[in-house]
């Protein structure tokens, strides 16, 4: 914990810097148009860097670095927890916060307010969803909820025709449920027992009343599931992914899916101590699995086809999480980050290839290979990667998951996630095989990305490429992360000796 | 039959809900924390409200959270509201159309002053007297309020409203990160407590309550007026409609 007080590496800044560049900005833009555009960008590749060194830190010493806000200790005081663990996601979501950013700079060139508003919310939302993920206080971590799901409305609604109107107000009426649960949830816990750090809830938690731990339980569990896709809460995922700007559906499936998803598992690994949690978080991921799939087979858009993939990704997560062993917390980690990079590289790659199609149907691309050879590659790696083949990091994603499940013979469930995977093979096929040998309706014309969004995908494909052939640059850091949400003690006792 | 089944799961989350809260104790002491706050914050931060020792100092971090949800809140309505602030602009002469009573623009002169005189008495006093930057930014912007309904011609310039939230989110976050700077914490007190009941005390709390004053005074009159041009814009279709029948 020697990081803790660092002037140039603090955790603080992953919420305080986009926070004071969002009010900074509409300034900036006074000042000089392009800053809106590059400021983010310095502030987005400082805060990836950020990461990095702290996680390697975290990785290297193995203490977590635990920073206090305002000068006061938990529990008086808020405090944020970079650890093993919650380090790794937020160093996803920078990661992807910076290519989301490179992907989208040129983004709305010409019209100066559109622009301003995009990257302004761009960076909340990438602030709330760290928040959520760091934070060690769960009225903080409502907080950060809220941000993150208004400036999700408003991305919903960026293009303000009527299906975004109605996608964006479906969200906000879903997602206000989700606060109020929530915030009922953290209310019935303070009445009980005083306090709102998570740290100090958990190690008070068999003081509580037990009907209104677990009313308390199921209220968060609830609310947090609203927001990571969980079935049958899930109604505005495919409205909000459809109908949001191309980058943003990358944006919610690497970040503020992880972030609900995180809160579900720090919830009932952590905060609470039923044994009964791990087997609901299987029954809904089986549910959310098998719904999303099943649907998803049956889309005609390409973007809603990509979000029900998006949420059967979730069930299959909360499955492998649900097993509560170390082998079945790595494969949802792993799986977890083979998520937010693959389908950030489908989205990407998707909303070029349908850039010119209104409605975005996958019959509007077909052809569309040979006037965007590098693109369609891009969306063919994707595609190999979600499916699970080698040399893609989704191959280990899913052969760590297989293992876990082997380990606890479970044949049946083995043999669901095939079939699934079966599943996924045909209707992403489908549109690969539409891309490449089917002729040009010529409706539609092909758009070519220009070279940043070009080079965040070739990225992003290399970083997929790297870790499928080479998967012990993370698993490293996966083991670790695993061990460390596993441990309950730990987390506590490291609050705590600050 | 599917409304059936809707009221009753609805009846059937009341009365958990009900059977839960009932549970819980009226005034029961359970302040592990809040005892903390309440016996420290004259002692330590030289606050004599509690409650803005709390909001401010203590869970100063959430305070900032909220004022971006306002924020956002008033952005996000802005970006769904925003085709048809222009086509109020265009039909700024149907304001002026209905003018507002004698009395209540009168009064408006007079009131006015007074309400905004209110509203910065009670943020900038937030550290000693219950109220805050929260309540008194929403009175300055029921001051404005009153301006919009009183008179027709009064337009709120929203580049100065952008520049004002702003120029408070950015002392708001600023304060916190020179914090940071002299070696302490984000959001820690940096400057002498002074002495308890007196205006000039505090530390950082007051300045950070005077920039949330300003921020919520100017993203509510936003708001505020970003609503009311709708309301015009659907009068002059109502108009527009009639006019078509009549001919």
Do not use: C
């Not at chain 1, 928040?131 to 609604?157: H, K, M, P, R």
């Not at chain 2, 301006?147 to 708001?172: C, D, N, P, W």
């Amino acid at each position: 914990m020697v990081a803790t007080n660092h002037i140039l590496v603090t955790p603080i800044y992953f919420i305080a810097l986009p926070l004071f560049f969002a009010f900074l900005l509409p300034l900036l833009g006074k000042i000089y148009k392009s800053f809106i555009r590059i400021v983010p960008g310095l502030m987005f590749a400082y805060l990836a860097w950020m990461a990095v060194v702290l996680l390697l830190y975290v990785y290297k010493t193995g203490n977590p670095v635990i920073v206090k806000i305002a000068g006061w200790a938990p529990p008086i005081g808020i405090d944020l927890v970079f650890d093993q663990f919650t380090g790794f996601i937020a160093t996803v979501i920078a990661i992807l916060g910076f290519l989301v950013w490179m992907y989208s700079y040129l983004f709305k060139k010409v019209e100066f307010d559109n622009a301003l508003k995009y990257f302004l919310l761009l960076m909340l939302i990438y602030a709330g969803s760290i928040g959520v993920v760091i934070t060690g206080d769960l009225f903080n971590q409502f907080v950060f909820l809220e941000i993150t799901g208004i400036s999700a409305y408003a991305l919903t609604a960026f293009y303000r025709g009527r299906d975004g109107a109605e996608a964006a107000f479906k969200y906000l009426l879903i997602g206000s449920f989700a606060s109020t649960f929530v915030l009922l949830g953290i209310l019935l816990i303070y009445t009980q027992l005083g306090t709102l750090n998570m740290a100090d809830i958990a190690r008070n938690i068999d003081k509580m009343d037990p009907t209104i731990k677990v009313i308390a339980f199921i209220l968060l569990f609830t609310g947090f599931g609203i927001e990571a896709e969980m079935f049958p809460l899930n109604g505005w995922a495919p409205d909000a992914y459809s109908q949001s700007p191309g980058p943003i559906g990358a944006v919610f499936a690497s970040m503020t899916s992880k972030a609900g998803l995180y809160a579900l598992i720090r919830l009932s690994f952590t905060i609470f101590d039923f044994s009964s949690a791990n087997e609901l978080l299987f029954i809904m991921g089986i549910l959310t699995l098998v719904f999303a799939e099943g649907i998803a087979l049956r889309q005609e858009k390409i973007k809603r086809m990509l979000a029900y993939s998006s949420i059967g990704q979730i069930g299959l997560i909360m499955i492998a999480f649900s097993f509560n062993t170390y082998l079945g917390v790595f494969a949802g980690i792993f799986l977890m980050l083979n998520h937010a990079l693959v389908k950030s590289l489908l989205f990407f790659s998707a909303s070029f290839l349908a850039y010119n199609s209104p409605h975005k149907y996958i019959k509007d691309i077909q052809g569309f290979a040979r006037y965007m050879p590098v693109t369609a590659l891009m969306f063919g790696i994707g595609v190999f990667a979600i499916i699970g083949f080698p040399p893609f990091s989704g191959f280990w994603s899913k052969f760590y998951l297989l293992s876990a499940m082997a380990e606890k013979n479970f044949v049946i469930l083995i043999i669901l996630v095939l079939s699934v995977s079966l599943i996924e093979l045909v209707y992403y096929f489908r549109v690969l095989h539409k891309l490449y040998f089917a002729e040009p309706t010529g409706e539609y014309q092909p758009h070519t990305p220009r070279w940043n969004a070009m080079l965040a995908m070739v990225l992003l494909a290399l970083i997929i490429i790297a870790i499928g052939v080479y998967p012990d640059l993370v698993t490293g850091f996966i083991g670790k992360a695993a061990h460390a949400i596993m441990d309950k003690t730990t987390y506590i006792n490291s609050v705590f000796s600050i | 039959m599917k409304k059936a089944i809707a009221i009753i799961l609805l009846a059937f989350i009341a009365v958990e809900l009900f059977v839960v809260f009932y549970k819980i104790p009226f005034g029961a002491d359970r302040m592990n924390v809040a005892r903390f706050y309440l016996e420290n914050s004259p002692k330590k931060l030289g606050v004599a409200n509690a409650v803005t020792a709390i909001v401010v100092n203590f869970r100063g971090f959430d305070t900032l959270g909220e004022v971006t949800v306002l924020f956002l809140a008033s952005t996000a309505l802005g970006s769904i509201l925003f085709r048809r602030r222009e086509i109020h602009t265009r039909l700024s002469h149907l304001r002026t159309s209905v003018e507002a009573s004698v009395i209540v623009r009168i009064a408006g002169r007079f009131l006015v002053p007074l309400i905004i005189l209110l509203g910065a008495y009670v943020f900038i006093h937030g550290h000693l007297t219950p109220g805050g930057g929260f309540q008194g930014g929403v009175i300055i912007a029921t001051g404005f309020l009153f301006l919009l309904l009183a008179y027709r011609k009064f337009t709120i310039e929203h580049r100065t409203i952008t520049f004002v939230e702003s120029l408070a989110g950015i002392t708001f976050a600023g304060i916190g990160l020179i914090g940071i700077f002299l070696g302490k914490t984000f959001l820690e007190n940096f400057l002498p407590a002074g002495k308890l009941n007196d205006l000039l005390s505090g530390g950082i709390i007051p300045l950070i309550y005077i920039a949330i004053g300003f921020k919520v005074a100017a993203e509510l009159t936003g708001i505020l007026d970003t609503v009311l041009s709708i309301s015009i814009d659907v009068k002059q279709k109502e108009i527009e409609s009639q006019t078509e029948k009549n001919e």
